[in-house]
């Protein structure tokens, strides 16, 4: 099925310790992003990708590194995990043929405990 | 800076019943306006959208909205809801400024629906 696939779906990490989220799109999109979500403070971007090639910081990126290795795939880095990266992350990707075009497409999440 | 308020934490509804979610938005120029809803476990998926044209707009599930520019309001209706609509209701803002990469998300309205 078309989509978005995020990998893995949990993850429990030593606090100081690295890991990669993974998140690969299939529907030819040109725009990729990193969402939190936390408890009563909605989502929050942490990186986006506008096009293959590109990246910037959103709104909450310190702590985080992103690399969009090609057009499908966008990792969302953690060098050196922190309890307050306790969180549930969120990949998205959109079509750029018009502002917004048909909003975003969300993947199933990776729900992280950093202990 | 763009911002957007979902003043209801949580709603409760009666199967069969009437529904209306509220969401008020704050931005200088034309918003663009979502809706999107999470069932548990599960990434967002986009209920509806409004860019410019009629205020009232349908989306997927029997769900409808109305944009009020005078109240900036973009409220979520639907006439009668159903015990699969239990989830939780997220309201966005985009911009039209750094190439339509900025959308803010409310914080979320849970939706409890009672036999």
């Known amino acids: 099925n078309a989509g978005v696939t995020q990998t893995p779906k949990f993850q429990v990490l030593k606090t100081g310790q690295s890991m990669t989220l993974q998140c690969a799109q299939d529907m030819n999109h040109n725009s990729m992003y990193w969402y939190r979500q936390d408890p009563g403070m909605g989502l929050r971007l942490i990186y986006y990708s506008a096009s293959e090639g590109t990246t910037d910081k959103g709104e909450v990126p310190n702590g985080y590194n992103v690399s969009r290795l090609n057009k499908r795939e966008f990792s969302l880095r953690l060098e050196s995990a922190a309890p307050s990266q306790t969180s549930v992350y969120f990949c998205?990707?959109?079509?750029?043929?018009?502002?917004?075009?048909?909003?975003?497409?969300f993947g199933s999440g990776t729900r992280l405990t950093v202990v | 800076a763009q911002s957007v308020t979902q003043p209801d934490i949580h709603i409760t509804v009666s199967e069969g019943a009437s529904l209306e979610l509220r969401c008020n938005y704050s931005y200088g120029a034309t918003p663009y306006l979502f809706w999107y809803v999470q069932s548990p476990g599960q990434g967002l998926q986009l209920l509806l959208k409004?860019?410019?044209?009629?205020?009232l707009v349908q989306g997927i599930k029997g769900f409808e909205a109305e944009f009020k520019r005078s109240q900036s309001s973009f409220n979520l209706r639907k006439p009668s809801v159903h015990w699969s609509d239990a989830a939780e209701y997220f309201c966005a803002v985009g911009s039209s400024s750094g190439g339509y990469q900025k959308v803010t998300f409310g914080t979320g309205t849970k939706l409890q629906v009672i036999p």
């Open positions: 409004y860019f410019s044209g009629d205020t």
């Open positions: 998205a990707s959109r079509t750029t043929g018009a502002p917004y075009g048909y909003g975003y497409t």
